[in-house]
């Protein structure tokens, strides 16, 4: 770890100052200093570090911030730049005493906390997150700085190493009462607002899996379920309408879908009130573009693309088409185009996308026929369903079309 850490500082410089007009020359140097007593380190490192000639110093662990900066200032280096990796109480002192610069979190908290709660609910429901780049779920790095006036309290870092104690429980290491005041669960509000209709049954699982979520973290949850509405354009404007009087009211976070940029817009108004917003299922792009917290769901043109592959595997297809019902909702257009890059890289034929009514079985089949346009067996053709709601059209449109190889999403 250490090796890598000097590498990622050393070409990290070497990068930055290559593109300055008059490039300085950098020598970047490596030593390491065997941890032993207080009083042999600080005699090696002021040797070490005699003269000054370090204009900037990074620790591979915080374990030795005293002594080098001890060090430096019995050399007089004041100049000396010096920033550590880790925090601990002892760094959280010297960051405020602007001894330095910098110290590097991996969040050591949530590398204890989350393996628990993953296995947890991995144990209880089988269901794991999809691995992402790497396989790696990034803990850090996060930069604490001496000007991180909310970071370096000395109650910040008792929650820290006290593990951010939850009332009713008050304790601190080795039982005694943490100066870290406890969290009364009970008092956080979590909303949410999405545009799962309560006719769509893709949504029945997320609305009781955050009812779930929410007792088992003992808050408070507000999230209504939309009836059918006129149009999707009355639907997102009443969404708008919600998420902004969530964050108005003072709610303690909120998750939602971005399904059209109204609600992105409202989204963006409760940022500007410090409302914490993480989004889920629709809205990806809005989310990364806003700087949401979070976004739990799936780049769902990738999801259409792994969709053609599987259909390819699966059936022998002449004339592949991507069913559409929701044609507002750009979610499922992007699920198409997915499926559309997968056969046309696979070179196999591709009709493009069939938009069907989401309310009226008979129109949906008299469209799809008409697009198909081809009388008795459908072997060789393929349709992708782009969500779940119109599996039960699809599937009474089989039992006449025999050979129809059907595939879907949810």
Known sequence: AFASRFEGYRSRLEEVTSNLTASP???????????NTYSSMLSTLTSKLAGCKY???????????NVVTSALQRNNCSQALVGTFDRSGDIIKLLSLRRLEFAIDQYTYLQGWSPIHFASLYVSTGLVLAPPPDSIYLAGPDLITQGDNAGITDTAQACVEDGFPVCPNDLGIGGKKSSCPCTDREQIVIAGVVHGISTDVFWDTVFD???QGARDMGVQLEFERYPPQ????LLYRKMSARILSYCQEGVSGIFVSIPDPVVAEAVAACLTLGTRVMSINAGIDASLELGLLHHIGMVEENAGYAAGVKMAEMATIEMSYCINQFPDLPVLGQRCAGFAKAMEDLDLQHGGQIIVPNDNSLLFTRTVEEEIARDGDWSGIAVLISGASAVPEALELKKQRSGLDIGTFD
């Open 25 to 35: 020359t950098i020598r970047v140097e490596w030593f390491e200093v065997e941890y």
């Open 230 to 233: 006129e149009s999707d354009e």
């Open 209 to 211: 899996a955050a009812a």
């Open 55 to 65: 204009q900037s110093i990074l620790l591979g662990t915080g374990r030795f911030a």
